[in-house]
């Protein structure tokens, strides 16, 4: 008789029956931190979870991938660059580098796939592109923004009112 895994769903505020789409191959994703300075609470927080999840997942499936992508470049790594005289690239490197060996102190082990956010700039200006052609995104002052009255169920996952 298989297990029955039960998981908070945020979204319903109540605990349901975790269905994988593919029982054979459980996959998860999770945003990874933000590489300009030393890891923190929140990040080894996330980090912690999400093991524990996949170390107990990989007891009951076959076949799990968990990937958590790093964010390397953003406002506050270009400020942590400028301020520091550190290339960007150089600066995430390092700070990467620092977070999975402090993960790694933690007894968490590193993601199967630990993508970077610039190795896919080039998927993520195609998606933007989407989201503005179907409004849900414009342009303004050369940033792009998202559209908050196009998504009728925006706040829905923070429980938090569309015009806040």
């Known amino acids: 008789m298989t297990k029955k895994i039960f998981l908070h769903n945020t979204l319903s505020n109540s605990k349901e029956e975790f269905i994988p789409i593919n029982k054979e191959h459980v996959k998860i994703y999770a945003c990874g931190p933000t590489v300009y300075s030393y890891a923190h609470i929140g990040n080894a927080r ?11 997942l990989r007891t009951i499936f076959l076949k799990v991938t968990y990937v958590s992508n790093i964010t390397d470049i953003d406002d506050k790594i270009i400020t942590a660059s400028q301020e520091t005289n550190i290339p960007f690239d150089e600066l995430t490197s390092k700070f990467t580098k620092i977070y999975n060996e402090d993960m790694s102190r933690l007894e968490v082990n590193l993601p199967d796939i630990q993508p970077k956010a ?7 200006i195609g998606l933007i592109n989407i989201l503005i052609k179907k409004d849900y995104a414009y342009e303004k002052d050369g940033h792009v923004m998202f559209n908050v009255p196009a998504f009728k169920k925006y706040g829905s996952l923070s429980k938090r009112n569309r015009d806040e």
């Open 118 to 124: 610039t190795d896919h700039i080039q998927e993520m």
């Open 46 to 56: 996330m980090a912690v979870v999400n093991d524990l999840l996949v170390k107990f």
